[in-house]
């Protein structure tokens, strides 16, 4: 089992740039797919971004090009570079984990391990 823990969130103004960062307790971290996810008030939540266990990665439309998710499985810790920031980027941003085998593509499907989100807030 593993516990996500974010960090890195905070106020911005359009143009500017955050990374986030998730600490991940558990021994079995690098059998899971992780995600960050962002849901705005009045908003459903939406997958940002995905890495399967071979790094490979997925991204909404809306932040290709602008965000970057990496993992440090030595450090056990996700990340996401969030750059040229614009104010529909403002949401609390979750880190998730799911459980995944070797073959798993990057994916926003399920995830069941969730942490208490940080805060970004972008302004023009």
């Known amino acids: 089992q593993v516990q996500p823990v974010e960090s890195g969130g905070g106020a911005v103004q359009a143009g500017g740039s955050l990374r986030l960062s998730c600490a991940v307790s558990g021994y079995s971290y690098s059998y899971y797919c992780m995600a960050w996810f962002r849901q705005a008030p009045g908003k459903e939540r939406e997958g940002v971004a995905s890495i399967a266990r071979d790094g490979s990665t997925n991204y909404a439309e809306s932040v290709k090009g602008r965000f970057t998710i990496s993992k440090d499985n030595a450090k056990l810790t996700l990340y996401l570079q969030m750059n040229s920031l614009k104010t529909e980027d403002t949401a609390m941003y979750y880190c998730?984990?799911?459980?995944?085998?070797?073959?798993?593509?990057?994916?926003?499907?399920?995830?069941?391990?969730w942490g208490q989100g940080t805060q970004v807030t972008v302004s023009s």
């Open positions: 998730a984990a799911a459980l995944c085998s070797p073959s798993s593509r990057p994916h926003f499907a399920y995830y069941n391990y």
